[in-house]
T-cell receptor
Framework: GQSLEQPSEVTAVEGAIVQINCTYQ??????LSWYQQHDGGAPTFLSY????GLEETGRFSSFLSRSDSYGYLLLQELQMKDSASYFC?????????????FGRGTSLIVHP | DAGVIQSPRHEVTEMGQEVTLRCKPI?????LFWYRQTMMRGLELLIY????????DSGMPEDRFSAKMPNASFSTLKIQPSEPRDSAVYFC?????????????FGPGTRLTVT
């Protein structure tokens, strides 16, 4: 099976930088994805890493180290609207494709 | 595109009643997923389809749950009979065929309350 660990809650102030870590144990690992979910909303895709290194998309970056079974999501220039839950998800083989298994999520609270 | 469409958005029912949740995936997407989200268990995959065929239903909690996808534009998740512990938000998601980032697009969810 798969297991993922991420902190349950992170707090930061507006304008700051915050890093949300994710460690995983799995077989047949293919990649790591990140999703954002606002209260009452649906998860939305943020980023994906298949190879080691950093992927940057605007204020958000995601990092993967396959040898360490570790990744993180980096949010820069935090805004109030970034307050949400952030989920990492490992992609593993299933039925000829790759299917995500989600972590429990990290609640990010951004203070003024 | 309108995105993934789910109905109803909210459902309140009594224990023992049948509940049917509906989903219309994004046109052209080959994969459809049903998830359940609760505070206790997080976001769980219940079942997924590829080209309308169920591929993995190992996440379906028990025989009271069933899912169908009669065509590429429609899927249902049925609970019969419903129980209070089924109360959760149920999400449907779709994905294009395998390439790139395996990005999933989630619908707005159905909030189910079983009393």
């Amino acid at each position: 099976g798969q297991s993922l660990e991420q902190p349950s809650e992170v707090t930061a102030v507006e304008g700051a930088i915050v890093q949300i870590n994710c460690t995983y144990q799995t077989s047949g690992f293919y990649g790591l994805s990140w999703y954002q979910q606002h209260d009452g909303g649906a998860p939305t895709f943020l980023s994906y890493n298949a190879l080691d290194g950093l992927e940057e998309t605007g204020r958000f970056s995601s990092f993967l180290s396959r040898s360490d079974s570790y990744g993180y999501l980096l949010l820069q220039e935090l805004q109030m609207k970034d307050s949400a839950s952030y989920f990492c998800a490992v992609l593993t083989p299933s039925g000829g494709s790759y299917i995500p298994t989600f972590g429990r999520g990290t609640s990010l609270i951004v203070h003024p | 595109d309108a995105g993934v469409i789910q109905s109803p958005r909210h459902e309140v029912t009594e224990m023992g009643q049948e509940v049917t949740l509906r989903c219309k995936p994004i046109s052209g997407h080959d994969y459809l997923f049903w998830y359940r989200q609760t505070m206790m268990r997080g976001l769980e995959l219940l079942i997924y389809f590829n080209n309308n065929v169920p591929i993995d239903d190992s996440g379906m909690p028990e025989d009271r749950f069933s899912a169908k996808m009669p065509n590429a534009s429609f899927s249902t998740l049925k609970i019969q009979p419903s129980e209070p512990r089924d109360s959760a938000v149920y999400f449907c998601a779709s994905r294009a065929r395998d390439r790139g980032r395996y990005e999933q697009y989630f619908g707005p969810g159905t909030r189910l309350t079983v009393t």
